[in-house]
């Protein structure tokens, strides 16, 4: 298991050079390339002289190899995201200011759809094709075709306009413990969020049990004078658990890319917000570590979700350790 | 006469597919005595697996079944599925196909062993591993008490086929229904399988129901012989009267299929010409006629019923369904069928 761990982490390191690589490499494609910001920071009526120093000033006139080397040298060895060109913030700054009402908004519409999600896709799979599972598989796809902004729009006008009057939007302010003090205004973000996770992951919970359903095994634990009861739970729950795990794995990135639409629809201050911003005003440090921050989120929920499959697998288990 | 553990009647199985209903099983009667050991033979198709399958209540939810099926005074067709449980694996076990897919990989063998106690017996934690470990003794598994918490993956196709032997067997059912349970096994470790079987059935008193496509297998073990074709039971008699004196061609032509060791060492296998008729729909006259080799017109147009074969053997309870059972039974073995190989082959005993 610990060779199969530290294979996984060189892995993920790898991918996270590439993705810092191509991260990197995108500002040279702006119309006026890596200088491209100082228009933005300083005015589009500078002169180009005042442009130069100010590409002077950020290195920008060193070789490309050597930039991107100077960048990993800042952020791997010094812990230094940089400043942004356009707040008076360190990049750090920003993040550890915005990060926490992300992650409070992902993680608490993760927890809520694993709990939704996964036993409304069991209690599909078990009575297949009954009216409930029509409904919930009708309602599923509906929800899973409409975009994630369609979506907060939809549910803001009808329960902050027209039915109820829910806080169209969370109170303003950063603290991440306004969730607690004013639950209120978060839950339509919230629950946005988690119709549409629910919609794509009650889908493979449900496939997933009617896949297990039908193995050899099941009918062997029928035949041992199991009740339906236990055969769901011990047998097809348990087995059907990998593939979940992998797949909320796999969707990390997606809910936090769910999360950043459904911040700007609802005008939730967080780091989808700060990204958006940053990524229109040329921000490039602030674009580059708020990119930085998601890819080693998604890359940890893999490599945990990998762990998780091991415990949950005794064969993967062993093939992971055997090596 | 003793009363049957179980008694089927009038047995009808249909399934509704994409293609149109299936006929798999077509009126099957059929008992079974206390501690016998009844083989059920016939190709691939043939409806012995739905038979069993019928019997435990484990058809795909597109089956129909009609009929009855009786245990004691318990009718099992039609029973709720909590009732069902507590007949299965409790009076009935069941052995399947595929050791290697009827496992649950993801919990011990030892666990899975368990389960099937604890289904059924309130035993103490201690004591349902002990039992475990004794019933894993039984069937063969060498140092038992270590291998108990072995994973599935970790056993062989024998192994893991043990196993399931174990499971079937440990709250000393009434019937064993064996589905094929050597097919899918090396032909050495087959030998061993079928012993840990009847380990099995000396333990629990147990009937034993012994389903496969191959002859040779049930030679050694059972005591009575069900012959199966398209659905139907077209011959059934003692083991001697099936393997001696068959009345029915189809049977003839199973017998000439074992395969056998000839002198150049080479596996010969005689074939039946010809394939199964299909299942969906009937066709008039009897369903071997198309590939039988004594077909005559009245073959094609009357389907002949199970009928008690009078003949040397002279057993009341040897029945065949052919027209000419009585001439069948006579003729000499493995001359029916156009030999595949090119020297003779002895019948096989
Ligand atoms: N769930 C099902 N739906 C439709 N048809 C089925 C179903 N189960 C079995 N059948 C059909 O019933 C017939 C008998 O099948 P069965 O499995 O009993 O054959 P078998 O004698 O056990 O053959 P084998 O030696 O291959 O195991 C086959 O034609 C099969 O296609
Ligand atoms: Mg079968």
Not at chain 1, 172 to 180: K, L, N
Not at chain 1, 233 to 248: D, K, M, Q, T
Not at chain 2, 157 to 182: K, S
Request: charged share 15%.
């Amino acid at each position: 298991m610990f060779t199969y761990v530290l294979r996984r982490l060189v892995q993920s390191f790898i991918v996270l050079l590439i993705v810092m690589l191509i991260t990197f490499t995108l500002p040279y494609f702006e119309p006026n390339g890596i200088l491209a910001p100082a228009y933005i920071v300083l005015g589009s009526h500078i002169s180009p002289h005042a442009v130069h120093v100010w590409g002077v000033q950020n290195g920008m006139f060193h070789p490309y190899y050597v930039r991107f080397w100077n960048y990993l040298d800042q952020v791997f060895i010094h812990f230094n995201l940089g400043v942004s060109y356009k707040q008076n913030l360190s990049v750090w700054g920003i993040i550890s200011l915005y990060v926490p009402r992300t992650i409070w908004l992902a993680l608490s519409s993760l927890i809520l759809t694993v709990v939704i999600a996964i036993p409304l896709g069991i209690y599909q799979a078990s009575r297949r094709n009954s009216v409930v599972d029509y409904v919930a598989t009708g309602t599923a796809f509906i929800l899973y075709g409409i975009p994630a902004f369609l979506l907060g729009i939809l549910m803001l006008q009808f329960f902050s306009f027209s039915w109820t009057h829910l806080p169209a939007q969370p109170p303003d302010g950063v603290a991440p413990w306004a969730m607690f003090t004013n639950p209120l205004g978060f839950i339509l973000p919230v629950m946005t969020l988690t119709l549409l996770s629910i919609a794509f992951l009650s889908r493979f919970m449900r496939s997933a049990v009617l896949e297990v359903l039908v193995q050899d095994y099941v009918r062997t634990a029928k035949a041992k004078g199991c009740s339906s009861r236990q055969v769901l739970f011990r047998h097809s729950f348990r087995n059907a658990l990998g593939p979940i795990v992998i797949i909320l794995g796999l969707y990390l990135p997606g809910l936090l890319g769910g999360a950043v639409v459904i911040e700007s629809v609802f005008n939730y201050s967080g780091l989808g917000i700060q990204l958006v911003t940053a990524a229109t005003s040329l921000d490039v440090p602030t674009v580059l570590g708020i990119t930085l921050l998601v890819s080693i989120l998604t890359l940890l929920g893999n490599l945990l979700a990998d762990i998780m499959l091991g415990i949950v697998n005794p064969r993967i288990r062993v093939e992971g350790s055997g090596r | 006469m003793v009363e049957p553990l179980l008694d089927i009647k009038d047995l009808d199985v249909r399934f509704s597919t994409s293609e149109g209903e299936t006929r798999a099983i077509r009126g099957i009667n059929l008992s079974l005595n206390p501690r016998e050991v009844l083989g059920i033979v016939g190709e691939s198709g043939s409806g012995k697996s739905v038979t069993a399958l019928a019997v435990m209540g484990l058809l795909a939810k597109n089956a129909n079944v009609t009929g009855s099926i009786h245990m004691g005074d318990r009718e099992l067709l039609g029973m709720k599925d909590r009732q069902l449980s507590s007949i299965r694996g409790l009076k009935i076990g069941m052995i399947f196909q595929d050791p290697l897919t009827s496992l649950n990989p993801v919990y011990s063998v030892g666990w899975q062993v368990e389960e099937a106690i604890s289904a059924h017996q309130d035993l103490s934690k201690e004591k349902r591993r002990a039992e475990a470990i004794r019933l894993l003794e039984l069937v063969g598994i060498p140092r038992a008490d270590d291998r108990v918490d072995d994973y599935p993956h970790e056993f062989s196709g024998g192994m893991r086929q043990r196993v399931v032997i174990a499971i079937a067997m440990a709250n000393n059912p009434q019937i064993i229904l064996a589905d094929e349970p050597t097919t899918a096994l090396d032909v050495t470790v087959q030998a061993q399988v079928l012993e840990a079987l009847q380990v099995a059935i000396d333990q629990s008193h147990a009937s034993l129901v012994l389903i496969t496509h191959d002859l040779g297998v049930v030679a050694g073990l059972a005591s009575r012989v069900v012959v199966m074709y398209a659905g139907r039971i077209v011959e059934i008699g003692t083991a001697d009267a099936i393997f001696y004196s068959p009345a029915m061609p189809y049977t003839h032509g199973l017998l000439g299929s074992i395969p056998r060791v000839d002198d150049d060492g080479g596996a010969r296998l005689r074939q039946i010409p010809g394939s199964p008729p299909s299942m969906i729909g009937t066709q008039p006259g009897c369903p071997f006629a198309p590939r039988c080799p004594l077909r005559k017109d009245i073959c094609l147009t009357e389907e002949p019923a199970l009928r008690s074969v009078s003949s040397t053997t002279g057993t009341e309870a040897h029945q065949a369904a052919c027209h000419f059972a009585s001439d069948v039974v006579t003729m000499p073995l493995a001359s029916m069928f156009p030999d595949t190989s090119d020297d003779h082959e002895e019948p096989p005993q």
